[in-house]
């Protein structure tokens, strides 16, 4: 493990998240960790911009560990 894959563990166990099958979080989690606003990223989305790909589930949108790893890893 990374030390960024351990920061991210840390920090969604500190928010009390555990990620659904296949690593996934919820929008606004992802928001927190990336430092965005919920509605930016929402905003983003719905308008194809957006800084990650997402999955849906209904009218959710939920991003994937290794996605927010990756963007991570190359902005950083």
Do not use: W
Request: hydrophobic share 45%; aromatic share 6%.
């Amino acid at each position: 493990m990374t030390d960024l894959d351990a920061e991210i563990c840390a920090r969604l166990a500190d928010m009390g998240i555990t990620p659904l099958l296949g690593g996934l979080i919820p929008e606004r989690v992802a928001a927190d960790l990336l430092g965005y606003s919920h509605a930016h990223m929402r905003q983003q989305a719905a308008k194809g911009l957006g800084v990650l790909p997402f999955v849906r589930r209904g009218n959710r949108r939920f991003y994937r560990i290794a996605d927010i790893r990756a963007f991570v890893s190359e902005t950083a």
